[in-house]
């Protein structure tokens, strides 16, 4: 029992870190990424290539005056952020990170827990991400954060649906709700979920952009039109907390699409690989975030590609478009399997 | 009337299934910036690469002395009437007895400033110079972190005895040569005018 | 006493609190606020009966949209002390009677019902979607159809209110 305490908390101490270092170096990455797209060169003083820049821009935003507006609501003003990121790290616990490592008797799976509602709980937890914001938004007590919240508020409803009816579809193919489980279909043959769930995969994706905030969807801190959105009123840390969250989601979001979408830890090939026991959990754990760094790549790679939507587009596109074609997957998804037998 | 023939009428035709997809456009965008993110950046590395700027780059002032050591400004003020953005004032000053070689006219800037806030470096300044005292130069102006610090006096504009600046870069040809015509008052130097009193006395 | 049961009474203590709070908290957003904290306790409880499903759902549908919506709408209406209209008598004794009168239902109720003890082996997979399903499906498959078309109904209405202005 103690054992079992102690490599838990290890584990999810390991993965809280990871989680914050990634997050970390998303913000240098996404600086980097955006200057070389634009043909520049990004941070490059702060250590060789810049590499410590995140710990120059961490140290800068706890150094920074902290403010909170007189007319704000003392509490939930520091609720906002508190909230983003918590929620942030919360979904991380269910992502299977790699395999069972063999220490002497014992196996220890890199899996924080995996609840045999894990995909519903990752579901459950994002859809409480949008409280951070609209707190926040409400109560700096200004028109520009509210009206930010409200936008997040009513995209992030929309999108949620687009991405559950995705998962729907997933879970249909899949016949579980556990993320241990999901993987280990992928990985004892049968072909990635990709392969079945194409179109499943692109709403998700999409849905993915939304709910983190991410741009094309990026209307809730929209600068051109809202100041800074949600965030407006919002200085230090507290803003930090908010726009690391953001990173944070991006990786957890990540990870998710890698682990439902792309054999979660499995490497392809894998019953080729001569490879066993230890070596084998170590290099899918790698690959796993081979994986995950990609998405996030990804994520930035849509950023400085594609302009922001106008709202009434945004919502165009969740309700018009994305949940008929959901339903329209679930349809075909139940129709294929079961012209294939599959029932 | 029509002007030229690149005119182009505008119309809102109805997208077709691809454009309204808008999934081959966004692949599009990607694959460019993809392309971009390979490409060397255009960025110079300021402090350690400089880039190259002309020789008749109008920067920094120069107060500029001659060939003696002597400042060659002498307060006429042409400069500061000429100045578009009035930045620049002086006072003028009467040469005593032994500072001749200080001084290269009899009469002298005493205090001369420029503000380089207001200065625009349209360079109007070293063009109305008929002491080719004041000219600008490749320098740029640092930055600082007080408004009065902008304010140049003749301790940061008169060039130092020791480091002179070039500027026969800025001048053409035919001013170079005529420099070097030592019979011309402009080009004499205090002991030129010295020696040349002393022959005329011999004589 | 069991783990779950310090569980049960920390969850119930928070849950009734909240929901005092809910009624007693002058401003509406915080009242939507202890909802929300009210609605994680309950979740709580759900967990604690092996019903994950249900607990996970219950967020997702509660605290995680009709919350939000919850939340929005106030936030748009923006009430606050200065702007309150005065309230008239009338529809405050309407709210006291009514109110009664659902206590006094629920009393009745809880009165004469048996205090039953779950019984303790109890299967831990009870929750879950499989067997959400087929009892859904077989047991209450009338009900559930029944439900749906509701929800159908409502969400056919939702869309003619919304549309209603245009003609």
Redesign the interface.
């Known amino acids: 029992m103690l054992t079992f305490i102690i490599y838990k908390s290890i584990l999810v101490l390991i993965v809280f870190l990871i989680s914050l270092g990634v997050a970390a170096y998303a913000t240098y990455g996404e600086r980097k990424?955006a200057?070389?797209?634009?043909?520049?060169?990004g941070p490059?003083r702060a250590g060789p290539f810049g590499i410590f820049q995140p710990l120059a821009d961490g140290l800068k935003m706890f150094m920074k005056e902290e403010i909170i507006p007189t007319v704000s609501?003392k509490f939930?003003f520091i609720l906002g952020p508190s909230l983003a990121m918590l929620t942030a790290l919360m979904a991380g616990v269910v992502v299977p990170w790699g395999g069972k490592l063999a220490i002497g008797d014992h196996y220890y799976p890199l899996q924080i827990t995996d609840?045999?509602?894990g995909i519903?709980?990752v579901?459950?937890v994002v859809?409480?991400g949008?409280?951070g914001i609209?707190?926040g938004g409400?109560a700096s007590n200004n028109k520009y954060s509210?009206l930010g919240?409200?936008r997040a508020?009513?995209q992030?409803?929309s999108y949620?649906i687009a991405m559950?009816l995705a998962i729907v579809a997933l879970v249909m193919k899949t016949g579980t709700?556990s993320l241990g489980e999901m993987v280990a279909q992928q990985g004892t043959g049968g072909w990635w979920n990709i392969v079945y769930q194409p179109l499943g995969f692109l709403i998700f994706l999409i849905c993915a952009f939304a709910e983190t905030n991410r741009a094309p969807f990026d209307l809730p801190e929209c600068e051109t039109e809202l100041v800074g959105g949600y965030h407006t009123e919002y200085s230090s840390m507290k803003l930090g907390f908010y726009l690391f969250a953001e990173y944070i989601n991006i990786f957890i979001s990540s990870a998710v699409i890698s682990t439902l979408y792309f054999g979660g830890f499995n490497l392809p090939f894998q019953s080729h690989i001569p490879l066993d026991g230890n070596w084998l959990v170590i290099a899918q754990t790698a690959f796993f975030f081979g994986k995950v760094i990609f998405f996030i790549f990804f994520f930035m790679?849509?950023r400085?590609?594609?302009p922001r939507f106008r709202y009434d587009q945004l919502m165009n596109l969740g309700w018009k478009i994305l949940i008929p074609l959901a339903i329209f997957n679930i349809l075909a998804t139940g129709v294929l399997m079961y012209a294939l037998g599959k029932v | 009337m029509q002007l030229t023939n690149r005119k182009k009428v505008v119309v809102k035709k109805e997208m077709s299934l691809a454009e309204k997809l808008y999934l081959p456009a966004i692949t599009n965008g990607m694959v460019i910036t993809m392309k971009h993110f390979f490409k060397k950046g255009a960025t110079v590395r300021y402090p350690e690469v400089k880039r190259e700027i002309s020789e008749t780059y109008r920067g920094q002032h120069v107060l500029k002395r001659d060939e003696q050591g002597a400042e060659r400004c002498t307060a006429c003020g042409l400069c500061a009437v000429a100045c578009p953005a009035e930045a620049i004032t002086m006072e003028a000053a009467e040469r005593k007895k032994g500072e001749e070689t200080l001084y290269r006219e009899e009469k002298y800037a005493a205090v001369y400033e420029i503000n380089m806030l207001r200065c625009i470096f349209c360079g109007l300044c070293e063009e109305a110079c008929p002491k080719e005292a004041i000219f600008l130069t490749d320098r740029i102006v640092p930055t600082d972190l007080k408004r009065g610090e902008f304010v140049y006096g003749k301790d940061k504009l008169v060039e130092d005895i020791n480091h002179r600046i070039d500027l026969s870069g800025r001048q053409t040809k035919e001013v170079l040569e005529f420099k070097k015509d030592k019979t011309k008052a402009h080009n004499q130097t205090w002991a030129d005018k010295q020696k040349l009193l002393k022959e005329n006395k011999h004589h | 006493m069991l783990l779950s049961q310090y569980l049960f009474f920390f969850l119930s203590f928070v849950a009734v609190l909240s929901a005092l709070m809910v009624i007693l908290d002058k401003n509406p957003v915080h009242s939507v606020l202890f909802l929300i904290v009210t609605f994680f306790a309950i979740a709580g409880h759900y967990l604690l009966l092996n019903a994950q499903f249900l607990a996970v759902t219950h967020i997702i549908v509660y605290a995680g949209a009709i919350m939000v919506l919850f939340l929005y709408v106030i936030m748009m209406l923006n009430l606050n002390k200065e702007i309150e209209p005065h309230k008239k008598n009338i529809p405050k004794v309407a709210a006291v009677i009514s109110a009664g009168v659902l206590m006094m239902c629920l009393v009745a109720l809880l009165k004469g019902a048996e205090v039953q003890m779950l019984p303790a082996a109890r299967n831990s997979n009870i929750g879950l979607v499989d067997s959400l399903g087929k009892v859904l499906f077989k047991e209450y498959m009338l009900p559930f159809e029944i439900s749906s078309v509701l929800f159908l109904a409502a969400m056919v209405g939702a869309v003619f209110l919304s549309k209603k202005e245009i003609h």
């Open positions: 990424v200057a070389f797209m634009q043909d520049r060169i490059d609501n939930l609840i045999n509602i519903l709980y579901f459950g859809s409480f949008v409280y609209m707190i409400w509210l919240a409200l508020s009513s992030m409803i949620e559950g709700l790679w849509v400085w590609t594609i």
